[in-house]
C-alpha cells in the first residue's frame, strides 16, 4: 500500500521507518527540511535502538521516502497517518493541538479521492469527532475523505520492537471500510505474531491511549508513595514492590520507586485528561490525577533535598557528578527529565554540576545550557563531593566503584533509580539511598 506519515517527529519516523520494512511504499512529510535531509539520508534525528538500520535498508530500498509538500502527500497516499505532537500549552494543563489542526487544514484541500486520515498523536477525547468536520468540510472529496484513530503506544528505547510486535493495536473507526483499510496496512504483523485487534468507536479509541498513561503514572507514583511511608518506618520499599509484585492482579512492571517520570508523554497526558475532565464537567473523577502529578514531582524535591543533607546542608562550593540527563535509558530525549530538573535545580542553590550521558548531551545542552556537560564519566566524577545516578543506563550500573573511588573527592552517592548493584541491600535508609 501506499502510506504517509504526516510528522517525523519520534513517532512518525518509527512509524514510517516500520511500515516500509512490512512492505508498504511510504512517504514522510515534515514542515522541518533539516529532519527531512537526515532521514532522507537514512539518519535518525534522535537516538532510538534499532531504528537506523530499519531506516537506511528501507530508504536504499526505495521503499521509503520523505518530503515537505502536504499537496505531494494527498497525491501519494492510500491511508495518511497523523504523528504531530501534541505538547502542553504554555500557562494551561491542556493539550496543544495547534499542530494537529494544521495538518488536517493543510492536507484536506489536497485530498481529490476516497482516502482515510488515521491519526495516532495523543488527543483530548473529542478530538477525532472535531476533526471529522474539518476534513469533510475542507477536502474536495467530502464525505470521501474518513477519519479514524490509531493510537501508539511505544516505549522508547524499545519503539521499534513495539511497532514491530506490538502487544495490541487499537483502531477507532466510524465505518466497517476504515477498519478493512487498516487490517490490511497492518495485515504482516497480524498474521507473524496474531497481535490482538480492537476495534471500537473514535471517542473510545482516543481514551484507551491517555487511560494507559494515566494508569501507569499512577503505579508510578503509587510506589513513591510507598517508599515515603517505608523512609518513615524503616521498611525496604523493594521488597514491598517485590512482594505485591508478584500478585497477578498488580504484576511488577512500573514498580520500581526512585526518582519518578519524565519524558514528552506521561506528564503532559495526565495533566491534559484532568484539563479535558475539567471541560466536560467530570473534573471530580479524575482528582486522584494532581495527586499522582504532585507525588512525581515530589520525588525530585525529595532527591535535591536528599543531596543537599548528605553534603552538609549546602550545595556552595561542592563538585555534583550528574549520571543521566535522558528521562530514561536508551534515549536521548530529556523532555521533562527529572535527571536534568534536578542538576538545574542543584545548580541554582550554588552546585558546581557535572553531567554525563551516552546519548543526550546534545539535547541537554540545548535544554540547559548553564550546566557543565562531559562524555567521559570518569570526568564527571573527578573531585566530585557526591554522584548522582539520576537514569538507569546499562553504563552506570556496569561502572566499578572501586575504581571511582580514587577519582571522587567523597565517595558518596545518591541511587535516585535505585538500580545500582550492591553485595546485600539494607532493609533501612541508613544506606543514604533514595528510595
Known amino acids: 500500500m501506499r502510506i504517509t506519515v504526516i510528522g517525523t517527529g519520534y513517532l512518525g519516523a518509527v512509524h514510517a521507518a516500520c511500515m516500509a520494512e512490512i512492505g508498504h511504499e511510504v512517504l514522510g512529510v515534515d514542515v522541518d527540511t533539516a529532519k527531512i535531509e537526515a532521514l532522507a539520508a537514512g539518519r535518525p534525528p534522535f537516538h532510538e535502538p534499532g531504528l537506523g538500520e530499519v531506516l537506511s535498508r528501507n530508504v536504499e530500498r526505495g521503499r521509503l521516502r520523505f518530503a515537505t509538500s502536504l499537496a505531494e502527500a494527498a497525491e501519494f497516499g492510500d491511508v495518511h497517518f497523523l504523528c504531530v505532537g501534541t505538547p502542553q500549552k504554555p500557562g494551561s ?35 477525532a469527532a472535531r476533526l ?3 476534513v469533510r468540510e475542507a477536502a474536495p472529496v467530502g464525505a470521501g475523505a474518513e477519519l479514524a484513530w490509531n493510537p501508539e503506544f511505544l516505549r522508547e528505547g524499545f519503539a521499534v520492537q513495539d511497532t514491530l510486535h506490538p502487544d495490541r493495536l ?10 478493512d483499510l487498516l487490517r490490511a496496512v497492518y495485515a504482516p504483523i497480524l498474521e507473524a505474531d496474531g497481535t490482538p485487534w480492537i476495534s471500537t468507536d473514535l471517542a473510545t479509541a482516543e481514551l484507551v491511549k491517555v487511560s494507559a498513561n494515566a494508569f501507569l503514572a499512577t503505579k508510578i507514583s503509587f510506589i513513591n508513595a510507598i517508599a515515603d511511608i517505608c523512609e518513615v518506618t524503616g521498611g525496604d520499599v523493594t521488597t514491598v514492590a517485590k512482594a505485591i509484585g508478584y500478585d497477578a492482579r498488580i504484576g511488577p512492571r512500573f514498580l520500581s520507586a526512585g526518582l519518578g517520570f519524565g519524558g514528552g508523554c506521561l506528564p503532559k497526558d495526565i495533566r491534559a485528561f484532568m484539563a479535558r475532565a475539567q471541560e466536560l464537567g467530570v473534573h471530580d473523577a479524575l482528582g486522584f490525577l494532581r495527586e499522582v502529578d504532585e507525588i512525581n514531582m515530589r520525588r525530585r524535591r525529595r532527591t535535591v533535598d536528599l543531596a543537599r543533607d548528605l553534603i552538609g546542608g549546602s550545595f556552595l562550593g561542592r563538585n555534583v557528578a550528574v549520571l543521566g540527563a535522558a528521562f530514561k535509558p536508551d534515549s536521548d530525549d530529556v523532555r521533562d527529565s ?8 542543584i545548580r541554582l542553590q550554588g552546585g558546581q554540576v557535572r553531567v554525563h550521558d551516552p546519548a543526550a548531551i546534545d539535547n541537554a545542552r540545548a535544554a540547559f545550557p548553564t550546566l557543565e556537560y562531559t ?15 539520576l537514569t538507569e543506563w546499562q553504563e552506570y550500573l556496569d561502572l566499578d566503584p572501586a575504581a571511582l573511588a580514587g577519582i571522587v573527592r567523597s565517595t558518596k552517592v545518591i541511587d535516585a533509580r535505585n538500580a545500582l548493584p550492591t553485595r546485600q541491600r539494607p532493609a533501612h535508609r541508613g544506606s543514604r539511598r533514595l528510595r
Open 132 to 134: 471529522t468536520a474539518r
Open 338 to 345: 527529572p535527571a536534568l530538573n534536578v542538576a538545574a535545580t
Open 170 to 179: 487499537v483502531v477507532g473507526v466510524a465505518s466497517a471500510s476504515a477498519d
Open 93 to 127: 494543563n491542556a493539550a496543544d493541538l495547534r499542530h494537529v489542526d494544521a495538518v488536517i487544514d493543510g492536507l484536506a484541500p489536497h485530498l481529490h479521492r476516497e482516502t482515510l486520515v488515521a491519526g495516532k498523536s495523543t488527543v483530548p477525547v473529542g478530538t
Open 375 to 389: 562524555l567521559d564519566v570518569e570526568k564527571a566524577c573527578e573531585q566530585a563531593d557526591l554522584v548522582l545516578h
